[in-house]
């Protein structure tokens, strides 16, 4: 059964860095893209972009572009997304998700994590 | 690009059918079938319900069902269970690698 595991809840100060992850088990992870969406608490779901393992090609939406940094590292079949100064606005609940096979035929997210709760607050 | 637009709540009771609609622009919903549907039952992952317009995964009921016209896509509910209860979020491909989500819809089973 193919399992997308993230890493533990985490409370920071704002300023703080932070790296956040995600396991991809029982399917090769280097076949298919991983993507991040945000949920903040009360609202709804934001795509923040994807990766392929395979090769790094990473894309992101504009609204993510320069806050956050998506990484994998294919050897432990493992995604990250990380922020190098924390903001309050980042307190979210952080889902992983991996694209369909041919992501760019048909666009859909057939597996997710079961969420990162990140909390940043002084 | 802007979220696309979801009612807020739908209710409906067991046994019953309800639809959700979710509404977009000719650079998204109305330019590819590539949307999707996901039910997400707080505190759990979300789980697909649609792929690409009308799409059910293997196995999934098919009291749950998608359609498109235009810019707006719909997912219908039929014979409304009590598990069904949870918040519904549509999503569509918008080109240059980027997806749109809805803001969601909470479904409440009287």
């Known amino acids: 059964e193919v399992q997308l595991v993230q890493s533990g809840a985490e409370v920071r100060k704002p300023g703080d860095s932070l790296k956040i992850s995600c396991k991809g088990s029982e399917y090769t992870f280097t076949s298919y893209w991983i993507g991040w969406v945000r949920q903040v608490p009360g609202r709804g779901l934001e795509w923040m972009g994807l990766i392929y393992p395979g090769d790094s090609d990473t894309r992101y939406s504009p609204s993510f572009q320069g806050q956050v940094t998506i990484s994998a590292d294919k050897s432990i079949s493992t995604a990250y997304l990380q922020w190098s100064s924390l903001k309050a606005s980042d307190t979210a609940m952080y889902f992983c998700a991996r694209g369909s096979y041919n992501f760019w035929s048909d666009s859909y997210l057939d597996h997710w994590g079961q969420g990162t709760l990140v909390t940043v607050s002084s | ?110």
């Not at chain 2, 505190?43 to 995964?57: D, Q």
């Not at chain 2, 235009?70 to 080109?95: F, K, R, V």
């Open chain 2, 1 to 110: 690009q802007s979220a696309l637009t979801q009612p807020a709540s739908v209710s409906g009771s067991p046994g019953q059918s309800i639809t959700i609609s979710c509404t977009g622009t000719s650079s998204d919903v109305g330019n590819y079938n590539l949307v999707s549907w996901y039910q997400h039952h707080p505190g759990k992952a979300p789980k697909l319900m649609i792929s690409e317009v009308s799409k059910r995964p293997s196995g999934l009921s098919n009291r749950f069902s998608g359609s498109k016209s235009g810019n707006t896509a719909s997912l219908t509910i039929s014979g409304l269970q009590t598990e069904d209860e949870a918040d519904y979020y549509c999503c569509s491909y918008a080109g240059s690698g980027i997806l749109l989500f809805g803001g969601g819809t909470k479904l409440t089973v009287l």
